[in-house]
């Protein structure tokens, strides 16, 4: 897995992640972006939420009817000085990059704060102008904060948005293998050159506990097959265990895709092995939990 000295120049910004827990917030703040994770006990204890997934939001009736969720949101995303908030339907894995225009349904949470949604059109990521928010909600699929010059994309980065789950069966149906290769494309139609592009991941589950079992009754072929679709494209990107599973690295298999496309300046940080407290689907816990990840762009 490759780490980036965090002391370089990233994302035109200086000076270390500095990433805390304060007044129950997980928080990174820089000059260019900010970037905020709130997990289920955060929402429990803050908001008295029993879960921060976005799914029930999805129209403006849908305020009124999950109240909580949505003064949770508001009050949130308020803290955060953001007023205009985009949350792209990630379920899919599309590996697809819209504008924020497609994010078409604007839902109105109160106060001055819009969440910009759009359920008919899949998506991963989405491009972000000054003073603008992404947010999903996640339970250890990471999220790339990616920039060429003038240009911040943001994304979700989960398994099947990192490796396209027919490709692997070998009928491939979208566009792109990975939601890398869509972020690179995304940004040289903007003009933008691959040596000029620095990506980032981010709150990746823990590659030790991402196990994928060959003898699973019900995914196992699956899981053999993605072992073998990794082993020939993607070196060193995940750990086998006698023969009968695979532990598999989002992190490596990142860097890999994105140097592999040209990209240099790429790097894995802040995985969820470190904790924060943060829920992903294999810690033990109920596997419907769901984090709050929010970045905002600051420049």
Known sequence: MLTCPISEVVFHAEGPLNYRKENEMFTCKRPDVSILALNPEDGKKL????NWSLQPIQTQQDVYIHQRLTKALRTTFEGMETYRVYAPHVVPASAEIVNTTTLKKCIRLGGDVSLYRNNEVPADG???KKGEGFAMSAAGCPIIIATAYEHMIVAHAGRDSLIERSAVMGEPARKHLSIVNAIIE???ERGARTHEIVMCMQFSIPVGKFEHRFDHPRHGAYNKALAAFIDERWKNCMIRENGNAM????????VEQARQAGVSHVWAAVSLERNYGLAHTHDGEDPGRRNLIFVKRNA
């Open 47 to 50: 908001y008295g939420l029993a």
């Open 247 to 254: 532990f598999l690295s989002l992190e490596s298999l990142f």
């Open 126 to 128: 989405v491009f972000l």
């Open 186 to 188: 995304a940004f040289k």
